[in-house]
């Protein structure tokens, strides 16, 4: 899984199953090869010009009215039928095939960060306060990219490509509320990508099993008895209990979970007392836990709870413990991932980098628990420089745009036969 190097280990031309249905890797695709290359180096001048505008105008989960109409009125250009207020405020397009076969739907995000962003760029951010410092401008034209690339191949087409421009992924809700809304329905297999600065633009990855992390909350609040700093034992301090429940909650990676399983248990936040003098009458803690697999997302929950009661009963105090579950492990199916990274290499050649599976948390799980499905990494590393998502300064090469147009269309019509 973890830096598994899949180009190698995909064959050009064979059979590969996706779910329950036999989908070939006909030679005919070959024919689409040049036609997909053609028109996304036709289409890259307008998307550049489409993620510019996106950029400028960045808009917070659930608030992307004005994005969701640059979506439409691009899917209107391109003669595309598409649903608007799905989940709120994500928008659906549908392209048909001229041949009958299995329904794909392909997911971009839409939505931006709390972010002041300072890259000084023209076309920065006019939103105080708002930035797509995690490249979902370049999902939504990335994804109007492949639109254009499959509307225009639709009447060689099989099946059915639903395109999913969803909100609100940020707060890891918008996937939940698009479903909620029936995107999914209907729908055989699912492709999703995010880009990774870490990687170099014309770069991709693909990552077996679990690639994206299961991402629970919790908030404890320690309750004791106040008192003065002076007399201690005149009351049952919660910091002291705070303290010892921070320490003990590191050793549920490092004594309880198995080494070989990936497990991360951040405490993020401390609030509690007031003054020097006053032993404060509760501390509340904020946290997070990720994890890769069900099993360790329970015994990670099972040891954080266990954790809390040994040490109220140790110091005196009454913990409440308040768990947010969240977002599923985000895992790609087998299947699904070796079609589409035939696809992917049979468009742009040998372009998958190793990469391994990441701790931070996408709600694209959501889709991938309902049907089969693979999530592409996009190289999105510009040359010179180290950026990173949810910075202020991060700039994405827009090089991975047209790119990643192009090896999701390859990858969609591999999937679709
Ligand atoms: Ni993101």
């Not at 629970?216 to 007399?231: K, L, N, P, Q, T």
């Not at 405490?267 to 003054?275: K, L, M």
């Not at 954790?307 to 413990?321: H, Y």
Request: hydrophobic share 45%.
């Amino acid at each position: 899984m973890a830096g598994d190097l899949l180009a190698s280990a995909v064959p050009r031309a064979a059979s590969y199953t996706i779910g329950a249905s036999k989908v070939r890797s006909l030679g005919h695709i070959n024919d689409f090869r040049s036609a997909i290359a053609g028109l996304a180096q036709d289409e890259e001048p307008a998307l550049i010009a489409i993620r510019r505008e996106l950029h400028a105008h960045p808009e917070l989960a659930f608030e992307e009215h004005r994005t969701a109409g640059v979506v439409a009125r691009e899917l209107a250009r391109l003669g595309i039928s598409a649903r608007t207020g799905v989940g709120r405020t994500g928008v659906v397009g549908t392209i048909q095939g001229g041949r009958p076969g299995p329904v794909l739907a392909l997911r971009g995000d839409m939505d931006a960060l709390p972010i002041e962003e300072r890259t000084g760029l023209a076309f920065a951010s006019q939103n105080p306060g708002r930035m797509h410092a995690c490249g979902h401008d370049v999902h939504s034209s990335t994804l109007l990219g492949v639109a254009a690339i499959l509307a225009k191949l639709a009447p060689q087409m099989a099946g059915t490509v639903r395109l999913l421009f969803q909100p609100a992924e940020e707060i890891l809700g918008g996937a939940a509320a698009m479903i909620a809304d029936g995107a999914l329905d209907g729908v055989d297999v699912a492709l999703g990508f995010h880009n990774h600065p870490e990687m170099p633009v014309g770069t991709f990855g693909a990552v077996r099993g679990a690639t994206y992390a299961a991402c629970d909350r919790f908030r404890i609040v320690v309750r004791g008895v106040s008192g003065h700093a002076a007399y201690p034992h005149t009351t049952v301090d919660p910091i002291v209990a705070a303290a010892q429940l921070v320490t003990t909650l590191q050793t549920v990676v490092s004594r309880e979970i198995g080494p070989l399983d990936p497990c991360v248990v951040t405490v993020g936040a401390i609030h509690g007392g007031t003054v020097h003098n006053i032993i404060p009458d509760s501390c509340e803690l904020l946290g997070t836990v990720r994890t890769l697999s069900a099993s360790v997302r329970m015994q990670a929950e099972a040891a954080v709870r266990r954790i809390c009661a040994g040490t109220d009963a140790t110091l005196r105090t009454v913990s409440e413990l308040h768990w947010a579950p969240g977002v599923p492990p985000t895992v790609n199916d087998d299947g699904v991932l070796q079609t589409a990274i035939a696809g992917v290499t049979r468009q742009l050649g040998e372009v998958l980098v190793p990469c391994e599976a990441s701790m931070g948390a996408e709600d694209f799980a959501m889709i991938a628990e309902r049907v089969p499905s693979f999530v592409l990494r996009i190289g999105s590393g510009a040359a010179g420089r180290n950026d990173h998502l949810h910075n202020s300064h991060y700039q994405p090469d827009e090089a991975c745009i047209g790119l990643g147009a192009q090896a999701l269309a390859g990858a969609a019509l591999e999937l679709l036969g």
